[in-house]
């Protein structure tokens, strides 16, 4: 997806924006489920495969009813480790193991976090922006979910 400043569109162009993001996230866990083999990492990317379809139908959802029902959850992102920052980004592979999977899975919800970020400020004031921080926001949960297994499988204490 092209990078977007701060700036806000009309509420129907930036829900567009919103679901076309979802819909990459998407394709890229279907495309990794084609590739991978292990089974833990293949059940990593059906859960986040399916995280991005919920997403994706609840901003269509939007769409049709001019609004985002639903709004009464977590509207804060909450802290995540950033593990983004130290787990290397790779292409996922036949033999990638269910570690590989899950920073897989970390660094595509970092990404969707920086959009509904960029697009949570562009249209500070605006009806949308409750949209999109509610979608930071659990975009913000999933990534904390998964770095929290990811701590909790892979990495040792000292």
Avoid: W
């Avoid at 009309?10 to 495309?31: D, H, K, S, V």
């Avoid at 590739?35 to 049709?64: M, W, Y």
């Amino acid at each position: 997806m092209a990078e977007q400043g701060d700036v806000c569109y009309t509420f129907e162009a930036a829900i567009e924006m919103a679901a076309q993001m979802e819909n990459e996230g998407f394709r890229a866990y279907l495309a990794a489920l084609r590739i991978v083999k292990d089974k833990a990492a293949r059940q990593i990317i059906k859960e986040a495969a399916f995280d991005e379809l919920e997403h994706k139908h609840q901003l269509e959802k939007a769409l049709i009813e001019g609004e985002m029902k639903g709004g009464e959850g977590l509207h804060q992102p909450v802290p995540t480790m950033n593990l983004d920052y130290v787990l290397p980004k790779k292409e996922l592979r036949p033999d990638s193991t269910a570690r590989d999977a899950m920073a897989y899975a970390i660094h595509l919800e970092k990404g969707s976090i920086d959009f509904y970020d960029r697009m949570s400020r562009g249209c500070e004031g605006a009806p949308m922006a409750v949209l999109f921080k509610k979608m930071l926001a659990d975009e913000s949960r999933h990534l904390q979910e998964l770095e929290d297994l990811y701590e909790q499988h892979f990495m040792t204490e000292n």
